[in-house]
Nanobody, 125 residues
Framework: QVQLVESGGGLVQAGGSLRLSCAAS????????MGWFRQAPGKEREFVGA????????IYADSVKGRFTISRDTGKNTVDLQMNSLKPEDTAGYYC??????????????????WGQGTQVAVSS
């Protein structure tokens, strides 16, 4: 089992920045990749980005590419999501997730085995 806890959400004005963090504990040696997803009210949960645990290679959704950056610290078992140039449409609950089964479905919900409880991000116009 892997436990994930997000932190760092809050309210920010459009154009501002926020940094989210996800701390992993438990059987973290099983993790192949970590991802961030978001879910706005009334909408489906969508992929934001992911990072490969060993190599650090990242992939992003087109909607956040160039604005968001994912990084990880394998020593501390943390993954951060740096969000810059925030827009009101970025308002959502943000969830980190861990893929531990090697399915390599980085952009899909079913590619992840463990989920955090989420942290709220609100961007005002």
């Amino acid at each position: 089992q892997v436990q994930l806890v997000e932190s760092g959400g809050g309210l920010v004005q459009a154009g501002g920045s926020l940094r989210l963090s996800c701390a992993a504990s438990g059987r973290t040696f099983n993790i192949y990749y970590m991802g961030w997803f978001r879910q706005a009210p009334g909408k489906e949960r969508e992929f934001v980005g992911a990072i490969m645990w060993s190599s650090g290679v990242t992939i992003y959704a087109d909607s956040v590419k160039g604005r968001f950056t994912i990084s990880r610290d394998t020593g501390k078992n943390t993954v951060d999501l740096q969000m810059n140039s925030l827009k009101p449409e970025d308002t959502a609950g943000y969830y980190c997730a861990a893929g531990a089964s090697g399915r390599d479905f980085y952009m899909r919900l079913d590619g992840y085995d463990y989920w955090g409880q989420g942290t709220q991000v609100a961007v005002s116009s």
